[in-house]
C-alpha cells in the first residue's frame, strides 16, 4: 500500500500567567460562498494603557480536516491552535481561528469541503481580514499560516488588503508537486507504484485531470477524482515565487525534527526573500513541539499529546516578531 504523509497542523503551548486576567472569548462570523465561515476570537487582555490597540493574527489552518482548535479526525489531537491563540493573548496579542469552508462549524458555507481550491482559502482570508479590521479597529491583521495554511497566507499577500505581515510556520519552500514525489520515493514499498504516480503528478501540475480508471487502485485515495482542482491549484503556486514577491514583513518558523516540511525548505524561502527572518527550532517536530528521542515513534507521539509543551521559545519568537517596532 502507498504510503502518503499530508501536511499536518502544528500544536503550540504556553502557560497563561497566573495574575493574568482571563482573555475573553467569543464565536465569530464571516460570510461564505453559500453559508457563514466559522471562527472564534481570543482577546488579549490589556495589561497597559499603552495596549489598548493590541496586534491580532489570523490563524490560518493546515491541510485536511483540521478544525479551528488545530485537531482532526485523522488522529491529530494537540489543540494547536487553541493552545497557539491562548500563548499569543498571554503575550498581549489577540488572535481569530477558524473552520475551513465546508468543514465543522463553516459546513454551510459550501456543499462539497473537497470542492475548493488555494484561490478559494485566499478568498475566505479576505473575508476574514475584513470582519476582524471591523471588530477590532485594527489597521491591520497577521497572517499565522502552518503547513498548507502558509502557502495560503503567501499567496494572500499578493492580493488582500490590510495585512500586517507574515508568520510561516512548517511552510512548503518547494511546488507540491516536488514534494509528493520526494515523499512517495522515500519509501520503497512504493517502487511498483512510482510511473503512475509521477504520471499523475505531472498531469496535475500541468493543469490537467486525471482519469481514475487509468490509475492502479492503491494511488485512488492520493489521487481521489474530488481533489484534483485542488492539486491542480496548489501545484501552480512555487511558495518561493510567492514569498519573493511579498512586500511584508516575513518570520519562518521552522522544526529541525519536522518529518513532513524540511529545513531545507524554510531555508529556500529565506534564500528567496533575504529580508524574512528565519528561526529554526532544533528539536521540534512538524507540529511544533520539542521531540525527546529520534525514533518516528518518538516524534509522532507530538501529534497527539496536547498537554505537551511547546518547542522551548516559540511564543517569544512569533509574539517578538510581532510586537517589534
Known amino acids: 500500500m502507498i504510503k502518503y504523509t499530508t501536511l499536518l497542523v502544528s500544536a503550540l503551548a504556553i502557560a497563561v500567567p497566573a495574575n493574568a486576567n482571563p ?22 487582555p490589556a495589561r497597559n494603557a499603552a495596549d489598548a490597540q493590541r496586534p491580532v493574527a489570523l490563524i490560518i489552518p493546515g491541510s485536511g480536516p483540521t478544525d479551528r482548535d488545530g485537531n482532526n479526525p485523522l488522529g491529530v489531537r494537540a489543540a494547536s491552535y487553541r493552545l497557539l491563540a491562548e500563548g499569543l493573548a498571554a503575550e498581549g496579542i489577540a488572535s481569530v481561528r477558524i473552520d475551513k469552508r465546508g468543514m465543522f462549524g463553516s459546513a454551510a458555507a459550501i456543499p462539497d469541503a473537497n470542492a475548493v481550491t488555494i484561490a478559494d482559502y485566499v478568498a475566505d482570508t479576505a473575508a476574514w481580514v475584513d470582519v ?44 507540491l ?30 493543469g490537467q485531470r486525471v482519469d481514475a480508471a487509468t490509475l492502479p487502485p492503491a494511488l485512488l ?12 491549484s496548489i501545484m501552480a503556486l512555487d ?24 529545513v531545507a ?12 527572518t528565519l528561526t529554526i527550532l532544533p528539536n521540534a517536530s512538524h507540529v ?8 518516528p515513534a518518538d516524534n509522532m507521539a507530538t501529534y497527539t499529546t496536547p498537554d505537551l509543551p511547546l518547542a ?12 517589534q517596532p
Open 265 to 276: 525548505d524554510a531555508q529556500r524561502l529565506k534564500a528567496a526573500n533575504p529580508s524574512a
Open 312 to 323: 522551548k521559545g516559540i511564543i517569544a519568537v512569533i509574539a517578538g516578531f510581532i510586537q
Open 23 to 44: 482573555a475573553p472569548e467569543a464565536q465569530i462570523e464571516a460570510a461564505g460562498p453559500h453559508g457563514p465561515l466559522a471562527g472564534t476570537m481570543l482577546d488579549a
Open 239 to 262: 511558495p518561493a515565487d510567492l514569498a519573493a514577491r511579498a512586500q511584508l514583513p516575513i518570520l519562518i518558523v521552522q522544526g529541525g525534527k519536522d518529518l513532513q516540511v524540511s
Open 132 to 175: 476582524i479590521r471591523a471588530a477590532t479597529g485594527a489597521d491591520c491583521v497577521w497572517l499565522l499560516g502552518h503547513s498548507e495554511g502558509g502557502l495560503v497566507a503567501l499567496a494572500a499577500a499578493q492580493q488582500v488588503e490590510g495585512l500586517c505581515g507574515l508568520v510561516l510556520i512548517a511552510a512548503p519552500g518547494r511546488p
Open 177 to 206: 508537486d516536488e514534494v509528493l514525489k520526494q515523499q512517495l520515493r522515500a519509501n520503497p514499498a512504493n517502487a511498483p507504484l512510482l510511473g503512475a504516480a509521477e504520471d499523475a503528478i505531472d498531469r496535475l501540475a500541468a
Open 221 to 232: 485515495p492520493l489521487f481521489n477524482p474530488a481533489l484534483h482542482d485542488y492539486f491542480i
Open 288 to 295: 511544533l513541539k520539542d521531540v525527546a528521542g529520534n525514533s
